[in-house]
């Protein structure tokens, strides 16, 4: 492959790598928090396209001011979900199978309401970020995907700020590492928990409606998404932040590079090839060993 083909497709990989970080990121916030696995996540990111849709495209509101609606409202939805169907859960003592069971009862509820709503076809999102092209150093870079990809950078440098610097952020990072001690000294683990569900639901709104301009805005958009997310997850480092992040971007480039050599309907597998022989070679992922933000449960 030429080197220039070869920097094009980095480039491009880039954008959607940064998408799956974003997402991944939601996963790991909520198994941090919880020790659970939501599949309901994906939804969310799906439900995030909707909203951008009907406030920017339906309702004349500014993007800008669209995606930060998206934002609380995902971030309202998520702490929803957090306060009622697992808080139940958890008050209940419910193992973790029945977490996972509910996670996709929830995403199944979450697509029918979608329909019910949006219906079963798909929209076209106006494409905000500008689609003219230029060239530099002979690779062709698309507006919107240094847009995506600069407005993923932040998001994630502001979370780690926050979770870093902030007394709320090392709050939620003192109850992920232990929840008694944490309620010991003062600290009030269920809120914290239903505010790490929120932003994790926050997140992955908003990286619902900046992959919008990129792909049609359909109920099933999810479900590709949060599983690639999953992926991603698992390549960096389950509990490891970084690890989302950089697995996520990993992910985007090599299924991007790969994509070249085999057809299109074969895409998709990349990924999971690509996590199975990190697997093997470290089965913690990446950065599942480094700095991780709870122990091993």
């Known amino acids: 492959m030429p080197i220039q083909i070869m920097l094009q497709r980095i480039v491009s990989g880039l954008a ?7 997402v991944a990121l939601g996963h790991v916030l909520i198994w941090n928090a919880m020790g659970i696995l ?17 406030f920017h495209v339906l309702w004349g509101i500014p ?16 702490g929803f979900l957090r306060r009622t169907i697992y808080y139940y859960l958890y008050r209940n003592n419910a193992v973790k199978e029945n977490y996972l069971i509910s996670s ?16 079963s076809i798909g929209f076209s999102f106006p494409d905000v970020f500008g689609n003219t092209p230029f060239t530099m150093a002979g690779v062709r870079f698309i507006p919107r995907n240094i847009w995506i990809f600069a407005i993923a950078v932040t998001i994630m440098i502001v979370l780690n700020v926050f979770l870093g610097r902030t007394k709320l ?35 992955g709104s908003i990286a619902g409606v900046l ?23 698992v390549i960096g480092g389950f509990t490891n932040i970084s690890g989302a992040i950089l697995g996520g971007v990993l992910l985007g480039v090599l299924e991007n590079i790969l994509g070249a050599f085999v057809p299109s309907n074969y895409k998709d597998v990349i990924s999971f090839v690509v996590m199975i022989l990190v697997l093997i070679i470290v089965p913690k992922g990446i950065l599942g060993g480094k700095g991780n933000d709870q122990d091993e449960r």
């Open 16 to 22: 959607i790598g940064s998408m799956y970080s974003l």
């Open 38 to 54: 939501n599949f309901a996540h994906g939804e969310l990111v799906m439900l995030g396209a909707f909203l951008g849709l009907t």
């Open 63 to 78: 993007f800008p001011i669209a995606l930060i609606l998206v934002g609380v409202t995902g971030a309202l939805i998520g």
């Open 104 to 119: 996709i009862g929830v995403s199944i509820l979450i697509i029918n309401i979608a329909l019910l709503i949006w219906g």
């Open 169 to 203: 952020g090392r709050a939620m990072r003192a109850a992920a590492q232990d929840k008694e001690t944490a309620s010991m000294i003062g600290i009030n683990v269920d809120l914290v928990d239903t505010l790490t569900f929120g932003i994790a639901a926050m997140i």
């Open 211 to 233: 992959l919008a301009p990129a792909m049609f805005v359909t109920v099933g958009m999810g479900q590709a998404i949060g599983l690639k997310a999953f992926t991603a997850a």
